[in-house]
């Protein structure tokens, strides 16, 4: 069956995630495509989400002006399986700390987390660390960049991975936030394991 993943292309690390999924796609039987998306009309088309990491406060504004922030709530409650990395997490969020509140940025709202922006500080702001994932056997090389981590979580949410007692990989139904970048390896478990879903 071909699929079509459609991939919010407002600002971040886009042409990485396209890269990516395209060789997952590639690697697996069935046929699929992966479209950009910048405005309304297309989200309804596609079979799953892909929010990338970047700036969330202008990720989140944009996706708002063109309307695509509702156009996505609607795909989550189809069941739409939808994946936000660093973030594309903070997008998904109901709930987000004294940055999130202070910049009045739009989330989507959709997973029951608590998120902090920026969480590992500054003289951890970006680095690499093989982090053991609950849906993986072997350790993923996983990249952080200001990245954000859940702060709290509901009963509901499956936590997937921490470090450092941070939630930093987190599962509620179709939806799946991390606070790493996938994209900049060439491990395709989670690419994988996404279009499992
Ligand atoms: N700090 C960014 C934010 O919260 C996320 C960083 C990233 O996506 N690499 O918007």
């Not at 042409?15 to 989200?43: D, N, P, S, W, Y």
């Not at 936000?84 to 987390?113: F, N, R, S, W």
Request: glycine residues 8%.
């Amino acid at each position: 069956m071909a699929v079509r993943i459609g991939i919010i292309a407002i600002q971040g690390d886009v042409e990485e995630h396209i890269r990516a999924m395209e060789k997952t796609l590639a690697e697996r039987a069935g046929q699929g495509e992966v479209v950009k998306i910048r405005h309304r009309g297309i989200v309804s088309s596609c079979d799953a989400i892909l929010i990338p990491g970047g700036e969330s406060t202008t990720i989140g504004r944009l996706m708002e002006r063109e309307g695509i922030l509702s156009e996505i709530r609607e795909a989550a409650g189809d069941e739409k399986p939808i994946l936000g990395t660093c973030a594309g997490l903070v997008l998904l969020a109901k709930e987000g700390d004294e940055e999130v509140a202070k910049t009045g940025q739009p989330l989507l709202g959709l997973m029951d987390i608590r998120v902090k922006r920026n969480a590992f500080g500054r003289q951890r702001e970006s680095f690499e660390v093989p982090l053991r994932l609950s849906i993986f056997e072997e350790p993923f090389h996983a990249v952080f960049i200001r990245a954000p981590f859940i702060t709290h979580a509901a009963d509901s949410v499956d936590v997937l991975a921490t470090l450092n007692e941070h939630i930093v990989a987190a599962k509620q139904r179709n939806l799946m936030a991390l606070s790493f970048h996938p994209e900049l390896t060439e491990d395709r478990r989670i690419y994988h394991y996404f279009l499992d879903l």
